[in-house]
């Protein structure tokens, strides 16, 4: 059984599981103002050309874009109850837990690539690359379609480096056959998890709702 | 007396220098009837205690230490080589300008010369010189820590730093961006030369910002010892903490930055292009949404200095505790509201620029209750003229002057005239050289016995300090005068009329560097013939002088009780007493069986 | 994560909610809001991601300093993301969006204009070059 080990700076677990939580809320709030410079970019380049982001937003799929939002909550949701279910001591149900949440991650990646790839058909490509923009002379599209391949682009390589990270998890839990007290550990990777279903709860909205049919 | 071996530091008979009793003559207190016993063993214990860099003396185990006192002498040099290097760069730019016609080089090279020495001295001297190094090996030491709280993550912030600084060398010799380290698009989109190079130096150089601020908030939070509360740890320990929290809000957006730059001019995606529906202007607020802040991580750890040294050298409470710490993150978030003043003409609206201006002159305000509570501190003390204290007699004027040209420029109006000119370039440059690299100076004569065990010669401090001052003023001084004549900033040519200003800036920046050679010399010559270190030279109260200079791997083989303030100098020096809560013999056990 | 653990459909029943919040907002997309669509659907938004803080990330059993983080760096996003857009948003118009007059009449001459062009005096903060 895998019980944590307590550093001899710390005053006990209690202070190095807080210490853990506190240095990955740290590192996720530094993730969320990563993200912020293309928020502001979006913000700024809607309040510019109005119309052509909605006439850019009705130009991607509702249906996939629907079908992502609803995985990573799922995925959400599975990985909380992981660390709940370890907590417990139920070590089978979380390793699967935390393997389905990975699966749910690669089900996103799949159906990402392929609406990257329904963009290209069309001829969108970062940059204001492609026929879609000699048929569609407006400035507004190039960047809107640039800022949506730099926000949803950086998202997706989050969303890899989490299935990389549940994915070790699953594998630790059960070759460690971890206790109680270790659940902290896929707690911090949990948070990686939520932190990367919350970006997408707002990216969802700015690139596949607010579209012309409001 | 048990006879001691080992550490030449202790006569025979002397009280033990380990973590236990300071050198106080007049000590408080007597060890209880039970303690002298348990503080016998403990001495037993520091006699085979050696010092931190003779722990262990192979390469390995300094590549792989995992000892924050390693780390901090790791980055100190780094960031010396940093600093020679953008130094370097300096003299050079200078040389150019003793002439109005070419002296040195092309336009093209000095293009490059004044973006690489920005970047360098920025990113890799400015930023990292105290926090990383300074703060690294105090902070745990000030809180009564052993170490911070993730001392891997310390040691992987050394690598982050050494790639990103090879990696921008490397595009610096592979010819170097010459945008001006602002990187301004649509030049930086359409630019000839190896930029990307640089732009992932610096992103990769980030990380390292990135995690050395969480590893200090968290050991903040985290490791204090018992019975210290956030409002008794020493003021040096609040600037890092304000800084860290910048470090990490800031940092990641000029991430973002850098990597839009990188696909702008590597891959044409055309953010800010305006034929693409781009805005020039949206680029300048992001950039500046995080540089604004970036000066605030220069001044702050600097500030911390002085509230260390002013307060150990005047051996005096400080006027209001709570005024500096308050005014540290007063700082350090008023600064985030500011970035809009770089833009005044840029073509921002009129109403942000408004918002702007005032919201700039609100900083000034913590500085100014800084300023007058460190005088305030040194009113009626008992004040020894040292060598950091020169230093901070010359960062005290230096940043007031820089500081107010600031409040200057952060009028709009006035701005309109003074943007892009030497005027600007003299402000920042009394910020941080006349103030940040001072301090640092301030820092490394002030912890220098504590850090290496060895005293350096007081008279070559002193007067290197003095000619490092006097050739900064005459470096920097004119540049005000250029700037207020007209000459602009990153400009090959200039009209004749300037010439003598010019040559009078050229002719301080050798005194300047002489007096910084000199300093290098008289430190290093310390290290193999200056006398060795006692415990606290300066008599000061914060726990770094109650450990041994220099402190052993663990900095604490029992955790300390905390039973005053930081800055206690009512009261003479009395003994820093192991915790009772804390078992003498656990912790001993603890101290033997180590985890890697 | 040290606190002990909750019943096992906590997380489910939360998830379930935010779930269904995504529905009601992807509904809501197809009725013409109008100018309320963007704050709707954003506030949808922060309200998932509140839930998603509060229980999922446990931020209700964490100390202060964690909460008043999750509460500071979502405050900064805004403070970019708002000044920058208020910069846009307040700039006069370019000068040059305003057509320039198309004189007739003779050079030195007050400008006569043809047709419905605007001149200098038509709007206040556009102008463009009246003399060249």
């Known amino acids: 059984m895998y019980t944590p080990r307590v550093q001899p700076f710390f005053e006990d677990l209690e202070k190095q599981r807080h210490a853990a939580k506190l240095g990955m809320w740290i590192f996720l709030g530094s993730e969320l103002l990563f993200f912020a410079g293309l928020f502001a970019i979006y913000a700024f380049y809607r309040t510019l050309y109005p119309e052509t982001f909605q006439l850019g937003v009705d130009h991607n799929s509702k249906l996939l874009g629907s079908i992502n939002t609803a995985l990573l909550i799922l ?68 960047v809107f379609f640039t800022t949506y391949f730099a926000l949803t682009g950086l998202h997706v390589i989050h969303v890899a480096i989490g299935v990389a990270l549940l994915g070790w998890k699953a594998w630790w839990i059960r070759r460690d056959r971890v206790d109680p007290t270790g659940a902290y550990r896929l707690g911090i990777v949990a948070l990686y998890w939520h932190f990367v279903d919350m970006i997408w709860l707002f990216l969802w909205p700015m690139f596949y709702l607010l579209g012309t049919q409001r | 007396m048990k006879k001691r071996r080992g550490n030449p530091d202790i006569e025979p008979g002397a009280p033990s220098t380990f973590g236990a009793v300071a050198t106080g003559t007049e000590g408080d207190r007597a060890a209880g009837p039970g303690r002298g016993a348990e503080l016998a063993d403990l001495r037993e214990v520091a006699v085979h205690a050696k010092p931190y860099y003779a722990d262990e003396t192979t390469i390995w185990s300094w590549l792989s230490t995992t000892d924050h006192k390693r780390i901090g002498i790791i980055f100190f040099v780094m960031t010396s080589v940093a ?119 610096v992103f990769i150089l980030g990380w390292s910002t990135i995690l050395t601020g969480i590893n200090l908030i968290v050991t903040i939070h985290t490791l204090r010892a018992k019975g210290m509360k956030l409002m008794q740890m020493p003021l040096f320990v609040w600037a890092m903490y304000g800084v860290s929290v910048i470090q990490v809000v800031a940092t990641p957006v000029l991430g973002m930055v850098l990597l839009i730059i990188s696909l702008d001019h590597g891959l044409d995606w055309g953010f800010f292009d305006p034929a693409r529906g781009g805005d020039l202007i949206l680029f300048q607020h992001l950039f500046w949404f995080y540089s604004h802040p ?87 003390g008992s004040i020894s003229l040292r060598t950091p204290l020169v230093y901070v007699f010359a960062f005290l004027f230096l940043f007031v002057f820089g500081g107010m040209t600031g409040i200057a420029v952060a009028a709009t109006s006035l701005d309109v005239h003074w943007h892009d000119t030497y005027f600007i370039v003299a402000h920042f440059h009394f910020i941080m050289v006349g103030a940040s690299l001072t301090a640092w100076f301030a820092a490394i004569h002030y912890w220098w016995p504590k850090m290496t065990g060895r005293m350096y010669s007081e008279a070559w401090g002193i007067a290197a300090s003095i000619l490092v001052f006097l050739g900064f003023i005459a470096t920097f001084f004119p540049q005000f005068l250029l700037g207020n004549g007209g000459m602009p900033r990153r400009y090959y040519y200039y009209p004749d009329h300037f010439q003598a200003l010019h040559v009078m800036s050229t002719a301080g920046t050798w005194v300047l560097a002489l007096g910084m050679t000199i300093a290098l010399i008289y430190l290093i010559f310390s290290l193999f013939y200056g006398a060795r270190a006692p415990m606290n030279p300066w008599g000061a109260r914060t726990l770094e002088w109650a450990v041994p200079s220099p402190p052993t791997r663990h900095n604490f083989e029992v955790t300390p009780l905390i039973e005053q303030d930081p800055y206690d100098y009512s009261n003479p020096l009395r003994e820093v007493r192991p915790n009772p809560l804390y078992d003498p013999e656990l912790e001993r056990h603890r101290s033997t069986e180590r985890s890697p | 994560m040290s606190e002990p653990p ?85 700039r ?34 556009g102008r463009s070059p009246s003399a060249d």
């Open chain 1, 75 to 142: 995925g959400s949701t599975m990985v909380a109850s992981a660390v709940n279910f370890l907590r417990l001591g139920q070590r089978r149900i979380a390793t699967w837990l935390v393997a389905a949440t990975a699966a749910s991650g690669v089900l996103y990646i799949a159906i990402k690539s392929t609406e990257y790839g329904m963009h290209f058909s069309h001829g969108i490509y970062p940059g204001g690359v492609g026929h879609f923009f000699a048929e569609n002379p407006d400035p507004g599209f190039p």
């Open chain 2, 83 to 201: 600093l020679l290097i953008g130094g370097v760069l300096a003299m050079v730019l200078r040389l150019e300008h003793l002439t109005p016609d070419p002296t040195v080089m092309s336009a093209a090279t000095y293009n490059q010369v004044f973006t690489l020495h920005g970047v360098i001295m920025v990113w890799f001297f400015l930023i990292p010189s105290i926090p990383a190094a300074f703060g690294n090996f105090f902070v745990p030491i000030m809180l009564g820590a052993q170490d911070v709280a993730f001392p891997r993550l310390n040691l992987a912030t050394v690598y982050f730093y050494l790639v990103g600084l090879i990696v921008t060398v490397v595009g610096l010799v592979a010819g170097g961006a010459d945008t001006g380290w602002t990187f301004y698009p649509p030049y930086s989109s359409q630019t000839f030369t190896t930029l990307v190079p640089i732009l992932i130096g």
């Open chain 2, 294 to 380: 970036a000066v605030y991580i220069m001044i702050l750890p600097a500030m911390g200095v002085i509230s260390e040294v002013v307060l150990a050298l005047s051996h005096k409470n400080p006027l209001s505790y709570k005024a500096i710490a308050y005014s540290t993150f007063g700082i350090a978030f008023a600064g985030f509201l500011t970035w809009g003043h770089h833009m005044f003409v840029s073509g921002m609206s009129t109403f942000d620029a408004g918002v702007f201006g005032v919201l700039s002159m609100f900083v000034g305000i913590f500085s100014a209750i800084k300023v007058f509570t460190w005088v305030g501190s040194m009113y009626k």
């Open chain 3, 6 to 90: 909750v019943s096992r459909w906590f997380f489910p029943i939360i998830g379930a909610i935010v779930l269904g919040l995504a529905a009601v907002s992807l509904i809501l997309s197809y009725l013409g809001l109008g100018w309320w669509a963007v704050p709707v659907a954003i506030g949808i938004a922060s309200v998932q991601a509140i839930l998603v803080g509060w229980f999922s990330m446990e931020l209700f059993e964490s100390r202060f300093s964690v909460r008043m983080l999750a509460i500071i760096a979502p405050l900064f996003v805004i403070l970019l993301t708002v000044l920058a857009t208020a910069d846009l948003a307040s």
């Open chain 3, 92 to 125: 006069a118009p370019e000068p040059m969006q305003v057509p320039p007059p198309i004189r007739a009449g003779f050079p030195g001459g007050p400008p006569q204009l043809t047709g419905d062009a605007p001149g200098p005096e038509a709007d206040g903060a």
